[in-house]
Structures are given as structure tokens and as C-alpha cells.
């Protein structure tokens, strides 16, 4: 087909990944695999080693086929050997033997000395690397929150004897943390590591990252059981003795820059750590026990959290107190590179560090001492790692002191009501973004993430704020489902909007022709009307020759043609504007109504109750949009890259039978025109066809392109074509579309209105033409001598005479005066008192109408949630409630940013809550918005209960 030809999207080799793992398991590889592991009785042999590489290969990715296929194998065996030579592998995993480490690192350095420490640090290596694929396999069993997994590590229905491997893992854990603490906490403060040792200790650090990986991903979805088995487990021990060794060491490491990636490293454990106690509290009630269990673990732990937050706050002092604006006052050239000494006296002239914290930032700044500061390296090393664990432990804090009982908040509040815990809360707070879902069970649940700082400043700006307005001000209000349709429509938009515009400003270092457009549409837009009214005005002011198109003024003329030529330019750069981010964001709005419409198997077959009438707009649009799906370049800006594939498979199991023709998986049957088969012979030119299309159906294109030709004829012919230019105004301004609503919005009532004011007029025609044209005869001049002048005559006369007709014409006499008499009245009557006035009437109607449309968005704003729909009275029951809620608990803004948050992060890293709402975000199925309930409300009922 048209789409192996060009592999167009990304996602095809993923596809093909995915392809060969479920052909290598189609002939057997998963069943080999298991069947290796569960014959070794725990033996770590080459084996082993080698199967277990080969279920990674099979299960990278999150492969759910494979994973279904290898938990039915163990079903369907009912065998609990798989599981007790897990047990036995994870039992005999390597952890650091103390006085074998210290019997190698002091040993002489002769060559056969040094030839066997190295061979033990070979060997010692090479049991890390197992640890770690044996650890990260169990977690791609369970990637992509596969409950079925989850449980089975856990228990084994159906066997003799079964193993838990959750609780296995926590006991490994707990090993590890014990190893580590005898190797390196227990050791005095001022002692010198060996370099062997480090390399241990970093290998130990990479097999405890593993392992709060795998735990984490045991538990997220949620898998309340093994949360419960995690929560009943010695993790709590395993967790306060890493919160000791986090202090310890990055106290110690902290004096020493050499070591800055082995800080790293712990860094990344600590993160992971994190990480994982956030996966316990996943769908947690109020006053849950593992809240409980967590604060008393921090309070036992409390001098060594203390200390956490201490360094974390001296890394958020660094972003708050302009570290980066300090490196930049010196970084002239922007080539990410300044002198130590620069960035000394920038500091220092900030007067917000002390000596002391200057100088750590340079020691671990300047890596290789050469003078030189690279500050991007600096913030992927240290920095952002950094900022990332604190935004985490801000999240469990968070979570902690809404989750806990009354005495754990007690207890909590020493944390968060210390120094370094409010300046932690308060460097996040904008950076929180808290939204409210209705999860699996229909309980309410509270989802935390992380918001962009670079995204919340490009959503404040005043076009996309305009944007927002818009929205709020006509969306649907009465059908919660349609609302909440057009809620995520406008967030789709607005997301696109803001990646594409900072895309473009980032490519090319934002010098290219499409940043320049991007940063400076709105001053060429407004340019352009100040040239317009600068060029009406100049002809308003100065006589103009109507034939030889001269002002009286040399100089006038001449200023007209400079300014003619100024405003051609802008218009140019409005049309290129246009291509560069409007067109994006139109094929972006088009493919998306495409795919929704694929999810519809009718659109898809084609049946006419589907593609609307051919002789419509909508119809015509509906089979244009039939050519672009069989190209595999769409979508090209809509998120959704398997759309294709799955309205392919949607169709296949609907019974569709040409539906491989249709979505362009094979090639048309029809040969068709010569011109078809020239703009349809690749999926590029397919796409790029429907893409005209779609351009010159545009109206926004259309008059933006008016706009332009008007520009040039002004410009080339005569100058009074830039007064064709005023009426942009009224699409620039708020105030005047509004003006023109209010006569568009009832227009298909005025329209019809006004035709039956032309047919009575047309009526009154007949009557005048047949009975009254002496009448109409002024000064020998005839005005109904034939029936079109006598109809024009009354459509340009009759209604604009404040009497009608009988105004215009010769006073009523003879024998038809009474006849006369009797239509001048009923004219002026029907036409002018009735039917006009109904016209007049729609328009002020119209007026009011929208009025008190927005009247009633004003109130409805003020006096409801947007996303629940709760009133003020009910939240208000609490000082502030309702103002606490639509700004922290419901706001709008946290749901859009909580959609990007969804399309950014990989979906194999989506936590349980994030995948459930993403699986009915991508079906179109809003049912997780809480309409009419809120955490509050669900936690206050669970008390009462």
C-alpha cells in the first residue's frame, strides 16, 4: 500500500517492533523463556542470564500481547515453579559483601593482585547487570498497569505453592539498604573511599533504582492489593534507612565536585523513591493507613528529612535568587559558556548569596576546573534533577497533608510549617497543577502534576487569554456533555497553538521567517490598519482627481505611495503569517473533525445519511476529507498517529469489506483519470491535495488573500481601494463583532423576513403597474412604465419614505382616490409599520438576547464551577469555598495543562490514574470530569459514613 512505500510516521518502528516480538512469541519464544526460568530452580546460570535478556527483547516497550500471552501460559499451567525460581533468583541476588569489599580495596598493587581484584569487580559487575534485568523484566510484566500481572506476582490462584514476589522485592530491598549502610553510612565522616568502593556503591545505587522502579510499577493503576501487601511489608524500614543514607551521603558529596555523578545517581534513586511512595497513595481515601505509615516514617526519619529538605531548599534559593540571570548578564554570545571568575562578580553584585553558596556553585559548576562555566551541563547534572525530586516531595507532602488524619497532619506540619518546607511550597505553587477525576470505583480522586513554568507564562498572554474568553462566553451550558465536548475541542486547539508556537520559536534560534511571523503578527496586523487609516485619511483630507487619480499635494501624493507600498508589504506578511501559524492550526482543527469522524463506521462505508447531501457544503467537505485518510502522511498535526490503524481494525471487525482500500492499506481497485492518478500517486501529493482543498474552502484564507489583492489594486490602480481596508476593523475589535452578531445571529429569521417584505412589495408592484400609473408620473417623467422600474421604484422609494409609497407620488384624486387612499394606507401599514419594524425588532432583539446571554455567562462564572457544576451556596459552607475551589480544586487552566501533561509524557510512564483518564481521553469519553461531586463533598461523605 501507499503507506510502506514512504513510511511517513514515526511510529513505524515501533510497530515493527511490536510486529517481530508477537511473531517471535507466535513460534513459541514466550513459552521458552518461562519454561528456562522456571527449570533453573534459581540457578543463575548463562542460561538464565540469556533467557532473561530475551524476555526483555520480547516485553520492551510494554508489549500487552506478549504480557497476556505469558500470564495465560502460567495460568493455564498452574505451576508455581516459574514463580519459586523467581523467588530463589531474587533471594540469591548480589548484594555488598563489607569485608570482601575491604579485603579487595587494600590489597598491594602488584599485577596479580590488581589482575584478581579486577576479576572480582568483573564478576561483581556482571551480577549487577543481571539484578537489573531480572528486576526491570518483572516490571515489564506488569508495564502499562496490567492488573491481571500485578495480582499474579503477588498470588497464584489454582497452584500448590505460591510465592510473593512483591514482598520478595521489598525484602531484596531492605538487603540493599542494609549493604550500602554497612559499606559507606557506617563508616567515620572523614574516611577515604576507595575507588573500588565508589564503583560498588554506584553499581548498588543503579540495582536500587531498578527496584523502586519495579515496585512502583507493581503497584500504579491502582493494584490496591499488593499496595496493601507493600503497605503490611518491612518497606517502611527499607525506606528510612535510604532517607539516612540520601542525607548522608549528599552532605558528603556536596564537599567533594569530583563526585557530582555519583550525586546524580543518588539523585535519580531518591527521585525513584519518591516516585514509588506516590504510587501507594494512588486512589487512597481520606485518613487512608498508608498516609498514616508514611508520616510516621518521615517523623522517625526526621533528621535525616529535615536535612532533605535543607538541601533541596538551598537548590530551589538558587532558581529563586536569579542564578540563571546571573549567568546570562555574562553570557553575551549566547554560547552557553562564561568564566568562573564572570559569574563570581555576577553573584556577588545580585547580593542574594553568601560567600559560602557561591563558592559551592562554582566548585561543582566548573567541572574541570579550566575557568570555563557550562551552565546547561551544570542544570542537567545537578539542577534539574534537583528541582524535579523537590516538585516530587512537594507532591507527597501535598498529598500526605490531604490524605492524613487529623494527628498525621499534626505531625506533618513540622515539615511543612519548617523554613526550607514553606520555601518548597511556595517555589511549586504556581507549578502544582492539581485537577479532580471520577476514577474506576466512581470515587474522587485528586491527581497532582507538574506544569511547565515556560507553558503557564505562554498561556497568560493576551491572545490565547482572549482565546479563553471567547470560549467561556459562548460554550454550551445547558448539556453538560456537550459542554464538556467543547471543553476539551478548545483545549486541543490551545495546546496545538502553544507547542506550534514554540516550536517555531525555538527552531533556528528564532531568526527564521517563521519566528519573525510568530513574534510580530499582532504589530503587522495593527500596522496594517494604522496604514489604513492613515491612507483614507489622507484621501479625506486632500482633494483627489477621480481620472488622473493625483492628489493636489505633491507631497500628499507622494506619502500616498510610500504609505500604498508599506501597506502591500504588511499585507504580504499577514499572507505568510497565515501559512506559517494559522495554517497549522487549521489542518490541525480539520484532521482532527477526520478522525472523530472515522470512529463513525457509516462515514467510513459511506452511506449518504453520513456524508450529508452532495449537494451541500457539508457534504462536499465530508467526501473531500475520504481522500486524505487513504494517505499515510495523516494525521500530520493531530496527535493521534494510529488513528488509521484503528478505524482499520474498527472497520475490519464491523465487517467493512473494501475497508483496506478506503484507509489507503491497498491500493484502489479502480485505476481512474489520468489527472487522479497524477495528484494521487503518493501519499505526499494525496495529502497535499486535500490540502489545497481544504485552503481554498477557507474563508479565513479567502479574506486574508482579499485583503492582499485589495492591498496591490490600491496600490497599482487607485488609492480609493484602501477603503475597502476600514471595514477590518470590525473583525480586529471585540466590541464591533459583537455589533455585527447581533445581525448575523438571527439571520436566517431576518433573511426570511426581508424576502417577505420583497413579496409584498412585489405585490403592491402589480397593483401600481395594473391600476395606479398616472401617478407615478412626474414632470413627464414616467417611474412605472415597466413593471421591473415600477418594482425598483418602490424597493428604493416606498420603504425609505416615512409614509411608504403615498409620499413619493402625486396626491390621491378622481375616480380611484378612494382605491388610492386604500393603498397608500395598507402600504404604509404592512410594509413600513409592520414588516419593517419586525426587522428593526430582530436586530434589537438580537441586541438584548446576546446581552443577556453574556449576562447570564457573567453569573454563571460567578455563581457556578465550570467543570462540576456545583453552585456557590453549597461551597461557600466553608469560608472562601468557592473561590478556593474553581482556583485550586476545579480550575480550568489545571485540566488543559493536565491534557498536555497526558500528550507529552510517554504513555508506558502514565501513572494508574493518568492511564485511566488517557484511555478515555483518546475513546472521546469525558465520563472522568466530576460533574456534580468534588473531593471535598466525596471525603466529607466518606467521614459521615
Not at 563508616?187 to 522502579?213: H, K, W, Y
Not at 474563508?699 to 475597502?724: C, E, H, I, K
Not at 453569573?859 to 478556593?884: A, S
Amino acid at each position: 500500500g501507499e503507506g510502506e512505500s514512504e513510511g511517513d510516521h514515526a511510529q513505524d518502528g515501533e510497530a515493527l517492533r511490536e510486529k517481530r516480538q508477537n511473531y517471535l512469541c507466535d513460534r513459541g519464544a514466550a513459552q521458552m523463556v518461562l519454561h528456562l526460568i522456571s527449570v533453573s530452580d534459581g540457578a543463575v546460570t548463562p542460561v538464565v542470564r540469556r533467557a532473561v535478556k530475551l524476555g526483555l527483547a520480547l516485553l520492551n516497550g510494554g508489549n500487552s500481547t506478549v504480557q497476556q500471552m505469558m500470564l495465560s501460559l502460567l495460568q493455564n499451567e498452574r505451576s508455581s515453579l516459574f514463580f519459586m525460581s523467581i523467588q530463589k533468583l531474587i533471594s540469591e541476588c548480589t548484594v555488598i559483601d563489607l569485608d570482601h569489599l575491604r579485603r579487595i580495596s587494600s590489597v598491594s598493587s602488584t599485577n596479580k593482585l590488581l589482575s584478581e581484584q579486577q576479576r572480582v569487580l568483573d564478576a561483581m559487575r556482571a551480577d549487577v547487570d543481571f539484578v537489573c534485568d531480572l528486576f526491570r523484566f518483572l516490571q515489564l510484566l506488569c508495564e502499562g498497569h496490567f492488573e491481571e500481572f500485578q495480582d499474579y506476582l503477588r498470588t497464584q490462584p489454582g497452584s500448590n505453592v505460591t510465592a510473593n514476589i512483591v514482598v520478595d522485592s521489598v525484602d531484596y530491598l531492605l538487603r540493599l539498604q542494609e549493604s550500602i549502610a554497612d559499606m559507606f553510612v557506617h563508616e567515620p565522616a572523614g574516611a577515604q573511599t576507595s575507588p573500588v568502593c565508589m564503583d560498588i556503591l554506584n553499581s548498588s545505587i543503579r540495582i536500587g533504582t531498578q527496584v523502586f522502579r519495579t515496585l512502583t510499577e507493581y503497584m500504579q493503576g491502582p493494584c490496591e492489593g499488593n499496595q496493601r501487601s507493600l503497605a503490611q511489608s518491612r518497606l517502611w524500614d527499607a525506606v528510612g534507612g535510604f532517607f539516612l543514607f540520601f542525607a548522608e551521603m549528599q552532605t558528603r558529596l556536596s564537599r567533594d565536585p569530583g563526585q557530582i555523578e555519583l550525586l546524580k545517581e543518588i539523585r535519580e534513586m531518591q527521585n525513584e523513591m519518591v516516585t514509588m511512595l506516590l504510587s501507594m497513595m494512588e486512589g487512597n481515601d481520606k485518613e487512608s493507613r498508608v498516609a498514616r505509615q508514611m508520616v510516621r516514617t518521615l517523623v522517625e526519619s526526621k533528621t535525616h528529612t529535615h536535612a532533605l529538605l535543607a538541601q533541596l531548599h538551598s537548590v530551589v534559593k538558587l532558581c529563586d535568587r536569579g542564578l540563571r540571570d546571573s549567568f546570562k548578564l555574562y553570557d553575551a554570545n549566547n554560547d552557553g559558556f562564561i568564566s568562573a571568575r564572570e559569574l563570581d562578580v555576577a553573584m556577588q553584585r545580585q547580593r542574594h548569596f553568601s560567600q559560602k553558596e557561591i563558592q559551592d556553585v562554582l566548585d561543582m559548576i566548573d567541572l574541570n576546573g579550566d575557568g570555563k562555566v557550562d551552565f546547561q551541563e551544570f542544570s542537567t547534572r545537578f539542577l534539574t534533577p534537583s528541582l524535579e525530586i523537590g516538585f516530587n516531595f512537594v507532591v507527597l507532602l501535598t498529598q500526605l497533608d490531604q490524605l492524613g488524619d487529623a494527628k498525621s497532619r499534626s505531625e506533618l506540619a513540622e515539615f511543612t510549617d519548617s523554613a526550607p518546607g514553606r520555601a518548597l511550597l511556595a517555589h511549586f505553587k504556581d507549578e502544582l497543577g492539581t485537577v479532580e477525576i471520577k476514577g474506576k470505583n466512581d470515587r474522587i480522586e485528586r491527581v497532582y502534576f507538574h506544569i511547565d513554568p515556560d507553558r503557564l507564562q505562554q498561556w497568560h498572554s493576551q491572545h490565547l487569554q482572549e482565546s479563553k474568553e471567547r470560549f467561556l462566553n459562548t460554550v454550551e451550558r445547558e448539556n453538560p456533555k456537550i459542554k464538556q465536548t467543547q471543553f476539551v475541542d478548545f483545549c486541543e486547539n490551545m495546546i496545538h497553538e502553544m507547542r506550534y508556537s514554540a516550536s517555531v520559536l525555538r527552531d533556528s534560534g528564532g531568526r527564521s521567517l517563521s519566528a519573525f511571523t510568530a513574534r510580530y503578527q499582532h504589530v503587522a496586523r495593527w500596522s496594517a490598519f494604522t496604514l489604513t487609516a492613515l491612507l483614507n485619511l489622507l484621501l479625506l483630507t486632500f482633494q483627489m482627481s477621480a481620472d488622473e487619480v493625483l492628489v493636489t499635494s505633491t507631497e500628499a501624493s507622494l506619502l500616498v505611495a510610500v504609505l500604498s507600498v508599506l501597506h502591500s508589504l504588511v499585507a504580504l506578511i499577514l499572507v505568510i503569517s497565515f501559512f506559517t501559524l494559522k495554517l497549522p492550526m487549521l489542518l490541525f482543527k480539520r484532521e482532527k473533525e477526520i478522525v472523530h469522524k472515522m470512529r463513525d463506521m457509516a462515514w467510513l462505508r459511506g452511506d449518504e445519511s453520513a456524508l450529508d447531501s452532495a449537494y451541500t457544503l457539508e457534504g462536499i467537505g465530508a467526501r473531500w476529507d475520504r481522500i486524505v485518510i487513504k494517505s499515510s502522511r495523516f494525521p500530520s498535526y493531530y496527535h493521534d498517529r494510529a488513528a488509521r490503524a484503528d478505524a482499520f481494525a474498527a472497520a475490519t471487525e464491523n465487517g467493512i469489506e473494501d475497508a483496506a482500500q478506503t484507509l489507503g492499506f491497498q491500493p484502489d481497485a479502480a485505476a481512474g483519470s489520468l489527472v487522479s492518478r497524477w495528484l494521487f500517486r503518493t501519499p505526499t501529493t494525496r495529502y497535499h491535495t486535500w490540502l489545497f482543498g481544504v485552503l481554498v474552502t477557507d474563508y479565513s484564507f479567502l479574506y486574508t488573500l482579499g485583503y492582499l489583492l485589495l492591498s496591490v489594486l490600491g496600490t497599482l490602480v487607485n488609492p480609493f481601494f484602501f477603503g475597502a481596508h476600514i471595514l477590518d476593523i470590525a473583525l480586529q475589535n471585540p466590541i464591533l463583532q459583537s455589533v455585527l452578531q447581533s445581525v448575523t445571529h438571527n439571520g436566517r429569521q431576518l433573511f426570511f423576513t426581508l424576502t417577505f417584505t420583497a413579496c409584498v412589495v412585489y405585490i403592491y408592484t402589480l397593483i401600481a403597474f395594473n391600476f395606479f400609473q398616472p401617478f407615478y408620473t412626474e414632470d413627464d417623467v414616467a417611474r412605472c412604465s415597466s413593471m421591473r422600474e415600477c418594482y425598483e421604484f418602490h424597493l428604493h422609494s416606498g420603504l425609505r419614505a416615512g409614509g411608504g409609497i403615498g409620499d413619493e407620488i402625486e396626491s390621491p384624486s378622481g375616480a380611484l382616490e378612494l382605491y388610492r387612499i386604500l393603498f397608500d394606507l395598507t402600504f404604509f401599514f404592512f410594509v413600513i409599520v409592520i414588516l419593517l419594524a419586525i426587522i428593526q425588532g430582530l436586530i434589537i432583539d438580537s441586541f438584548g438576547e446576546l446581552r443577556d446571554q453574556l449576562e447570564a455567562v457573567k453569573t454563571d462564572n460567578e455563581t457556578k464551577c465550570f467543570i462540576c457544576g456545583i453552585g456557590r451556596e453549597d461551597l461557600d459552607r466553608v469560608p472562601h469555598g468557592f473561590k478556593l475551589h474553581i482556583e485550586e480544586e476545579h480550575n480550568p487552566d489545571h485540566y488543559l495543562f493536565f491534557f498536555m501533561h497526558l500528550l507529552d509524557k510517554p504513555e508506558t510512564e502514565h501513572t494508574g490514574q493518568e492511564s485511566y483518564v488517557n484511555a478515555l481521553y483518546r475513546d472521546c469519553k469525558y465520563t472522568f470530569f466530576p460533574l456534580g461531586e468534588c473531593f471535598r463533598d466525596f471525603a466529607a461523605r466518606d467521614d459521615t459514613s
